[in-house]
């Protein structure tokens, strides 16, 4: 028959047989003969190839270790194909013979198998494994090499077809002893609580394999639980870790020469347990379900559910390797981290197919992992039934090792929540803060320390797992029946800005325009969390959902702010203190931080030509528009992660002693204190703008300069032309260290509004409460007093603002302060409390005080805004007092209506000003061909309180609600007087008339209205001065009897209604 072969047929055969001899040392059987083993072999192969695998080379364990540098996979048969989008593995004509061990003979007794020739031997998995192959000469149709990315170390193999026994000889089992009758679980489960039944006696059991658990290792010592059943349930302690491959659930299974023992960590529970004797014999494989078939729940009593037997699933992606997160058939999360350690090397990659026994069903447990998440614990199994052909994604020594997220989850006992949340922090650490800031190293320690700033303090969290509970005991109970509060760190989208309110309506195009110059809007972090997103829209995960903020504080040279940074943004901080201290240490500059409680501000910049209110939705009207973006924090919230050098030694320094010199190169240093931001003794330029923010007057520094000894570094210089006035240019490498608390000098306290409203300084300095802001037209032909060094990016351009800022304490004083700055401060929003530095103090025609800002000015915000500051209402007044009390501009009263002066409503063009009538401006020249309006009414009425009277402007939605006027009754007005387009009435006498018809039916109406009970009543209103000139007093002639007399009268008190207030809102 050899005579008819070819050369290669001849060479494939000589090839092959001196492969047989060469494995024949290795045989333990000693009737082995090389000659029949190879008849044998090339038979199995024939019927495995149908013919003579020529293109196959025969490959040892020694070669794939020297030679494979790439992982592999070799295949009997046609492959599946995958998409091009996928790696698979490259496919080589391999063959594979050697003889499977469990490799004691090799000093490892971990429970891994090995394939093993007399070139070494190499780990390996199956699918499908049993005791008896054990020692057996194999030859592998079909199997994956994965190699190891370390040099010198083993890859490792996995078997995708079950291997073809070669030289089957079963071996004999022989107990040594005497032997008990083959015992069912349930006669076995009565033996075993009885006391007095003699635990040294070998016993044989049979039943259903229930539960099988994970190998562990605890004090050196392997060994896993089993669980038998036969209507009831009987535990197994196993020793021998080559039967964790072995054992599956649902098999048919019989153990022999198994003896009785009470483990003390199980409270003296007497389990059988398995000896040098003990054999394994498997009668019944288990049925693998259909993915189509239910799964079958096991209630617990727990809020989950425990499935014993899941459908099959494929691996489509590893979420998170270091959390052992991965997803299944696109949909279903699992979670592996709460198992030990198992060395999978590498098998557990997309395209490999899982059977779960005993998981824990979880549904919405976080918004940052699917919806539907399965959980495996110590009790349940993971079993591979088919090996992905993908490369894997990550390196085999990754995986081999263990992760640090896992060992802070057994140290810690996190429960699911916690450690999803944990997972996706420790991500996005390495994302947005390594390497730069954080070492990849210290990632898992900056997860965790994010993690103990989310934990509320009433969340207790035990700190001993106890494993013997988890495997054993029912009712089931682990970590992930803990259901605790989830915290979740996302980002999130604002909503618009601008909302359309009445207000807006009854604005001209003019007003609109100025009003949308500048708006803002002010988000805390718990408002943001309850704005809906694409990746979070689940009702329960929303109220349960909380953000905080983490970066690197940073002090930018090039918006001369503090910055919040990672590397996937930079966003500004206005900081203060609770305190509202303006003491803000440089210390700050480098540390990691965690915020929980801070606001996002964004405002608005815009240039608009709107016609009116109803085109606000077309943005072809924009012709300008930016948003700034900005964080509102307080110091006292921040949580170091990780502190700076500067932070760590933060300490008290003596002030005739430098601070200790960082490097050996000599350092120099000088102690200041800050006088003034814009003085003339230091000149920051460039870069050394980024000192700014923690600058302030009052404060003591040390300007620090390192590597050198000269001290005339720090001898300022005088400007060219200059004699009086000396100067120092900081370098960009000179560093600036602000003193402790402790060594902090007094400074003069800041002047009150109600101090500078009632004193003459012209310059002064105050502190007050910023209770409106007003953008004013844009003066081309003025720049601005402070001309900014700093290049503009952020796309704002020259504004000028007025700030009303009240009297901290008595909030009926205010002052205006005109703002000429370049850029704009941060933080200047209605609410805040600042103190406004060196500004010119001003009388204007009025005879009111008002303050401009100089080359000298400059303000800082000492306290944030806080929405309680809208609803306070202004102090109660009596017209009285309000009459004689000077800068007195806001207030609230009850008076009584004595009468309606006048009132006006008119249809105003929305371009021109002009009276709209019908359908079209009335504007003839020139022609305005504007086709929007918009309604106005004014009303003056005379309000007394008993004290004094005054007269009160009410206009557009006040002159409704003064008239008690629905919102029908009020469109029915409206539509009446757009036909003539404007109605005026007055007071003549003890009524009401108008320039035109008296007998209008309207006029009548309103007449009546304004002269009945339901105008003159009783009325609480929150007032504002209203802008006038104050003249000299008003001659008027009084009638007593027959006797005429003339007297002078004070000027009457003018306000303006802003809010007419209901017996609710009385203080």
């Not at 022999?256 to 014999?281: A, E, I």
């Not at 990672?566 to 206005?574: E, P, Y």
Request: hydrophobic share 40%; net charge neutral; charged share 20%.
């Amino acid at each position: 028959m050899i005579l008819h072969l070819c050369v290669q047929e001849r060479l494939w055969l000589s090839q092959f047989y001196q492969r047989i001899l060469q494995l024949a040392s290795l045989a333990e059987c000693s009737g082995f003969c090389p000659i029949e083993c190879a008849r044998s072999t090339l038979q199995k192969i024939q019927m495995v190839f149908r013919d003579l695998p020529l293109s196959y080379k025969f490959v040892s364990v020694s070669e794939m270790k020297r030679d494979q540098r790439i992982s592999c996979c070799s295949s009997s048969g046609p492959l599946k194909m995958h998409p091009a989008i996928q790696k698979t593995l490259p496919h080589d004509n391999l063959m594979l013979i050697g003889f499977l061990c469990d490799g004691r003979t090799e000093g490892a007794s971990e429970g891994v198998w090995r394939v093993r020739d007399e070139g070494g031997s190499i780990p390996c998995m199956m699918l499908q494994a049993s005791n008896i192959l054990l020692g057996q000469l194999m030859f592998f149709p079909s199997w994956n090499y994965i190699t190891h990315d370390a040099p010198g170390e083993i890859g490792f193999l996995e078997l995708r077809e079950a291997p073809v026994s070669l030289s089957m000889v079963f071996m004999v089992f022989e107990p040594g002893g005497s032997l008990s009758e083959n015992f069912s679980v349930s006669r076995m489960v009565e033996l075993l609580r009885d006391r007095s039944y003699p635990g040294r006696a070998a016993v044989c059991v049979e039943g259903e394999v229930s539960a099988v658990c994970p190998p562990l290792l605890i004090s050196g010592c392997r060994f896993f639980f089993l669980e038998l059943t036969d209507g009831q349930s009987s535990l197994i302690e196993l020793k021998d870790q080559v039967w964790s491959q072995c054992l599956r659930v649902g098999q048919t299974v019989a153990f022999y020469c198994f003896r009785v023992c009470s483990l003390q960590s199980l409270k003296g529970r007497r389990v059988l347990t398995d000896c040098s004797l003990s054999r394994l014999d498997i009668l019944r494989e288990a049925e693998t379900p259909s993915s189509e078939e239910e799964t079958t729940p096991l209630h617990s009593g727990t809020p989950d559910t425990h499935i014993r037997d899941a459908p099959p699933g494929t691996i489509t992606k590893i979420l998170n390797l270091e959390a052992g997160l991965f997803e299944l058939e696109g949909q279903v999360g699992l979670c592996m981290a709460y198992q030990p350690v198992q060395k999978w090397h590498g098998a557990l990659r997309p395209g490999a197919k899982l059977l779960l026994h005993n998981v824990h069903f979880t549904y919405d447990v976080s918004s940052l992992a699917p919806r539907v998440l399965l959980f495996a614990c110590l009790r349940s199994s993971v079993q591979l039934t088919a090996f992905s052909l993908l490369s894997p994604e990550e390196p085999l020594s990754k995986r081999l090792t263990q992760s640090a997220l896992q060992d802070l989850l057994l140290k810690h006992n996190l429960p699911p929540a916690h450690f999803i949340w944990l997972s996706y922090c420790h991500s996005a650490v390495l994302e947005r803060l390594c390497p730069r800031w954080v070492c990849a190293e210290r990632a898992p320690v900056v997860a965790k320390r994010l993690l103990d700033a989310a934990c509320d303090a009433n969340q207790s969290i035990p700190r001993e797992r106890d494993i013997y509970r988890e495997m054993v005991h029912l009712p089931h109970y682990c970590p992930i029946t803990m259901l605790m509060k989830s915290i979740v760190w996302s980002p999130d989208s604002l909503s618009s800005l601008l909302s359309v309110t009445s207000r807006h309506q009854h604005l001209t195009a003019a007003e609109l325009n100025a009003e949308l110059r500048w708006s803002v809007c002010v988000k805390t972090l718990d408002e943001l969390a309850q704005c809906p997103s694409s990746s979070d829209s689940h009702s329960v995960m929303m109220k349960m959902r909380k953000l905080m903020v983490v970066g690197v504080l940073q002090l930018d040279a090039q918006s001369a702010s503090l910055q919040l940074t990672d590397r996937t943004h930079s966003l500004q901080c206005l900081c203060v203190k609770s305190d509202g201290s303006p003491f803000i240490n440089s210390a700050w500059q480098g540390c990691l931080v965690c915020v929980r409680n801070c606001s996002l501000v964004m405002e608005r910049f815009m240039e608009t030509s709107f016609p009116s209110w109803k085109h606000l939705d077309q943005s072809s009207y924009i012709t300008h528009k930016h948003c700034r973006l900005y964080l509102k924090l307080c110091m006292d919230d921040l949580l170091i992660i990780s502190p700076s050098a500067a932070m760590r030694h933060l300490q008290t320094p003596s002030l005739s002693q430098p601070a200790k010199p960082p490097r050996s190169g000599g350092v120099v240093s000088v102690v200041f204190q800050l006088l003034m931001k814009q003085g003339v003794d230091l000149h920051f330029v460039g870069v050394c703008v980024r000192w700014f923010p923690v600058l302030h007057p009052g404060c003591l520094y040390r300007l620090i300069i390192v590597n050198t000894q000269d001290v005339n570094l720090l001898k300022p210089m005088h400007p060219p032309g200059a004699t009086a006035i000396c100067n120092l240019v900081v370098q960009p490498q000179w560093r600036i260290h602000t003193l402790a608390e402790e060594a902090q000098v007094e400074t003069p306290a800041l002047m009150s509004v109600c101090e500078v409203v009632h004193s003459n300084p012209d310059i002064v300095s105050f502190h007050g409460v910023i209770s409106e802001r007003i953008t004013l037209q844009d003066d081309h032909r003025k720049n601005p007093n402070i001309r900014s060094v700093i290049g503009r990016t952020d796309g704002v351009k020259d504004l000028r603002v007025q700030l009303v800022i009240q009297d901290a304490v008595r909030r009926s004083q205010s002052v205006s302060v005109y703002l000429d700055l370049e850029p704009h401060t941060l933080g200047l929003i209605p609410g805040a409390s600042v103190e406004v530095h060196h500004v010119q103090r001003k009388i204007s025609g009025a005879l009111n005080v008002y303050c401009s800002t100089l080359s000298i000015s400059y303000l800082n915000v000492v306290t944030l805004s806080t929405p309680a500051f809208q609803e306070t209402l202004p102090p109660r007044m009596l017209l009285d007092e309000w009459t004689g009390a000077k800068q007195c501009t806001l207030g609230q009263f009850r008076g009584f209506v004595d009468c309606v002066m006048s009132l006006t409503l008119q249809w105003t063009c929305s371009l021109c000003y002009s009276i709209y009538k019908q359908s079209r401006c009335s504007q003839t020249y020139p022609q305005c061909d504007s086709t929007s309006a918009v309604f106005q009414a004014e009303a003056k009425v005379v309000v007394e309180d008993g004290s004094s009277k005054a007269f009160v402007w009410f206009s557009s939605e006040r002159v409704r609600d003064l008239l008690q006027l629905d919102e029908g009754q009020w469109a029915g007005v409206q539509r009446r007087v757009r036909i003539k387009g404007i109605l005026r009435l007055y007071r003549r006498g003890h009524g009401l008339t108008c320039d035109g018809d008296p007998e209008d039916v309207l006029v009548q109406y309103l007449s009546f209205l304004c002269m009945s009970a339901t105008v003159r009543r009783q009325i609480h209103l929150s007032c504002q001065l209203r802008s006038q000139k104050k003249g000299k007093s008003e001659a008027k002639v009084v009638r007593r009897g027959r006797n005429e007399f003339l007297s002078r009268f004070p000027s009457v008190l003018v306000l303006h209604c802003q809010q007419i207030l209901d017996d609710s809102n009385r203080r």
